[in-house]
């Protein structure tokens, strides 16, 4: 009955014009969402929306609900791939310059692909 309400209610809006009213549990998966990634920056979009998703899909199995819970709470005390991304820096600043070194050596070597102006002066004495 209220998917039923919701759809036709959704269709009303549609040829109205107007934004489709939202439904009770859409506001509430939406907060709940909003309100763990602001208090979880360290969280992923993907991991809040998977554990959101979960909290209302799994309500009805108490054990599942629980693992699920729990493997939240898991996850956020887990050293997560975004928090090191600083860590490589370094050396990926480092293989940057490599490979634009590669690219502009390799653009030099065919003539008229680097405007003579942007070619680095090379030094003959012969010419003087």
Do not use: C, W
């Amino acid at each position: 009955d209220d998917d039923a309400a919701a759809a036709a209610a959704a269709a009303s809006a549609t040829t109205t014009g107007a934004a489709p009213p939202t439904t009770n549990q859409s506001f509430l998966r939406d907060h709940v969402a909003t309100l763990l990634s602001t208090s979880f920056p360290n969280l992923t979009k993907r991991q809040v929306v998977d554990f959101v998703v979960g909290l209302f899909d799994l309500r009805a199995d108490l054990p599942t609900f629980k693992t699920h819970l729990r493997d939240f709470l898991i996850q956020l005390k887990e050293f997560s791939v975004e928090d090191n991304r600083d860590l490589y820096s370094e050396e990926r600043a480092t293989e940057d310059a490599e490979r634009q070194t590669r690219e502009r050596t390799a653009r030099l070597a065919v003539p008229g692909l680097v405007n003579p102006h942007d070619r680095p002066m090379e030094d003959n004495d012969d010419d003087l």
